[in-house]
């Protein structure tokens, strides 16, 4: 499986951007895939998942009223959507996409749950 993460860029405060991951090689519908952030000198923490059957979503305190995210309805383009909107300057990070056959739900926040990893790509909000 590989990941590949696009749609960052410089975003002014309280708007929007969306996230695209496209997942190759899935090999089936039991996969979950989550977003991750990192900004310079913190840890990378987790933002949202989706567990591509069901379409169960979970998110990060931060963040659950103000994104979603998603999969393409056509399920052979194998993307997941992160529509971020309302963003804010401590949202600016490096976001990767990340996947693994299915994780429990105990441990899908958690990054060493995943196996597979995006490139990441920037997100910068500022004025």
């Known amino acids: 499986v590989q990941l590949q993460a696009s749609g960052g860029g410089l975003v002014q405060p309280g708007g929007s951007l969306r996230l695209s991951c496209v997942a190759s090689?899935?090999?089936?519908?039991?996969?979950?895939v989550g977003w991750f952030r990192q900004a310079p000198g913190q840890e990378r923490e987790f933002v949202a998942a989706l567990r591509w059957g069901s379409r169960v979503t979970f998110y990060a305190d931060h963040v659950k009223d103000r994104w979603t995210i998603s999969r393409d309805r056509d399920n052979a383009k194998n993307t997941v959507y992160l529509q971020m909107n309302s963003l804010r300057p401590e949202d600016t990070a490096v976001y990767y996409c990340?996947?693994?056959?299915?994780?429990?739900?105990?441990?899908?926040?958690?990054?060493?749950?995943?196996?597979?990893w995006g490139q990441g790509t920037l997100v910068t909000v500022s004025s």
């Open positions: 990340a996947g693994n056959q299915h994780i429990i739900n105990s441990a899908i926040r958690r990054a060493s749950s995943y196996n597979y």
């Open positions: 090689g899935r090999a089936s519908t039991n996969f979950d």
